[in-house]
């Protein structure tokens, strides 16, 4: 799985791409740039969100990284295959 870089307000993400690219038209030609270089594989090379707050993605990656997750899927559904 690989890792990007986002940067949002003045903090760096390394964020894992697989959700993003998946669900996301946006994200997936974010990850572009105009040159067809591959944005977010270095610090320096960080694709920006610049109308969002750094807050406001650290509780939308929350929904990627809730270590919870998994039991609450199992609570929900009784099916542990689900995790």
């Not at 990850?31 to 610049?50: C, I, K, V, W």
Request: aromatic letters at 18%; proline letters at 2%.
């Amino acid at each position: 799985m690989q890792l990007r870089i986002s940067q949002v307000e003045n903090h760096l993400y390394r964020i894992h791409s697989h959700f993003f690219e998946r669900e996301s038209l946006f994200f997936r030609q974010k990850f572009q740039s105009a040159e067809g270089e591959e944005r977010g594989s270095s610090d320096n090379n960080a694709y920006t969100l610049d109308d969002v707050k750094s807050e406001d993605f650290a509780r939308f990656l929350w929904v990627f990284y809730n270590p919870y997750a998994c039991l609450i899927s199992f609570v929900w559904t009784g099916h542990p295959d689900m995790c």
